[in-house]
């Protein structure tokens, strides 16, 4: 049975170019902070012993968080509608937008 190589393997885990490299890098990031948070606010809340006004607070804002979510796009969709671009005036090196009410 033939051993693959372990820096051959490694090195097609990594992206070719370097922007690929550089988002790879930070979402390993992203991901390692994540953990960490989640696991200090995790035992934070054992350890303080939260009361229940404070838990009300946070899922509170939890589903204000939740909300948010789910009514950004539809919200989006709408400012497009209600506003019109009137006038798109380009120069050499910028383009001067209106934006009137529908």
Request: charged fraction near 15%; hydrophobic fraction near 50%.
């Given at each position: 049975?033939?051993?693959?190589?372990?820096?051959?393997?490694?090195r097609?885990?990594?992206?070719?170019?370097?922007?690929?490299?550089?988002?790879?890098?930070?979402?390993?990031?992203?991901?390692?902070?994540?953990?960490?948070?989640?696991?200090?606010?995790?035992?934070?809340?054992?350890?303080?012993?939260?009361?229940?006004?404070?838990?009300?607070?946070?899922?509170?804002?939890?589903?204000?968080?939740?909300v948010?979510?789910?009514?950004?796009?539809?919200?989006?969709?709408?400012?497009?509608?209600?506003?019109?671009?009137?006038?798109?005036?380009?120069?050499?090196?910028?383009?001067?937008?209106?934006?009137?009410?529908?």
């Amino acid at each position: 049975m033939a051993r693959a190589d372990p820096g051959r393997v490694l090195r097609s885990l990594v992206p070719s170019s370097r922007d690929q490299r550089v988002y790879l890098t930070a979402a390993l990031i992203n991901m390692y902070g994540t953990g960490l948070v989640v696991a200090a606010m995790t035992l934070f809340g054992i350890k303080v012993h939260l009361t229940a006004a404070r838990l009300g607070l946070g899922l509170a804002m939890t589903i204000g968080g939740l909300v948010s979510l789910a009514t950004v796009m539809p919200v989006g969709r709408l400012a497009d509608r209600a506003v019109r671009f009137h006038e798109i005036v380009g120069h050499r090196d910028r383009i001067v937008v209106w934006v009137s009410g529908a």
